[in-house]
């Protein structure tokens, strides 16, 4: 019931169905399934069945804690980043993006693997690659999602580090890797392969190709 519930969330193999995953996690839990905690929690916060509920999603998290502190944490991160005000006074902003901070350093602490992977795409927007490839590391043993990040930035960076033997400004070039890129994108005549298609599409971009 678990596994069906995880099934409609994300939609692997089955059309998302947010409801459909509510109604299965209740099941898991019934059946004494306790990390559907973690599911409930999360259709709380979203509104698998209608508007959020933000005390229900509290009673969740509880619960959820006594058996995986770590998931919990990042839960309440992400419930915590998600209600973040964009405009208000600076000194509650100041606390909220403090006590998010300690949540989320909670959670990597305690080898959340969702931690972990937010972690990374955090410091990816940073620009900071190689913090950025760590931390996805330490997530790719149970998240594929992560392990293809990983793998993403193991190709730019090995594409920065050749830099200094890419002659810029070259128009045919950029334009041969562009239509390589999309050609690996979209399958035509080849099998699809999206890591090498990202790492073209760089390579393009820095060869001076606005399209890609």
């Known amino acids: 019931s678990w596994l069906l519930g995880l099934i409609y969330l994300h939609g692997q ?30 259709c709380a916060m979203e509104g698998c069945t209608g508007s959020a509920n933000l005390e229900m ?15 919990a944490l990042y839960l309440q991160w992400y419930l ?5 005000p964009i405009d208000g006074p600076m000194s509650e902003n100041s606390r909220k993006r403090s006590e998010a901070d300690s949540l989320l350093k909670s959670a990597l602490s305690l080898g959340d693997v969702q931690a972990h992977a937010a972690y990374g795409r955090y410091l990816f927007s940073q620009d900071r690659l190689a ?26 960076l090995a ?9 810029p400004n070259s128009v045919a070039e ?15 005549g080849i099998p699809a392969n999206y890591t090498e298609a990202i790492r073209l ?9 606005s399209q890609s």
């Open 159 to 167: 594409l920065v580090s050749s830099q200094a033997e890419i002659k």
């Open 201 to 209: 599409y760089w390579l393009a971009d820095r060869l001076g190709s």
């Open 80 to 84: 915590l980043s998600k209600l973040a």
């Open 13 to 42: 193999g089955a059309p998302i169905d947010a409801a459909q995953a509510q109604t299965w996690f209740t099941r898991a839990w019934s059946q004494q399934e306790r990390i559907a905690s973690a599911g409930l929690a999360w």
């Open 174 to 188: 950029a334009e041969k890797a562009y239509q390589q890129a999309r050609r690996l994108h979209r399958g035509e």
């Open 131 to 156: 913090d950025s490839l760590k931390a996805f590391e330490r997530a790719s043993h149970k998240s594929p999602a992560a392990s293809h990040n990983a793998d993403l930035i193991k190709a730019r």
């Open 57 to 71: 999603a509290d009673q969740w998290l509880s619960k959820l804690k006594e058996i995986n502190p770590g998931r």
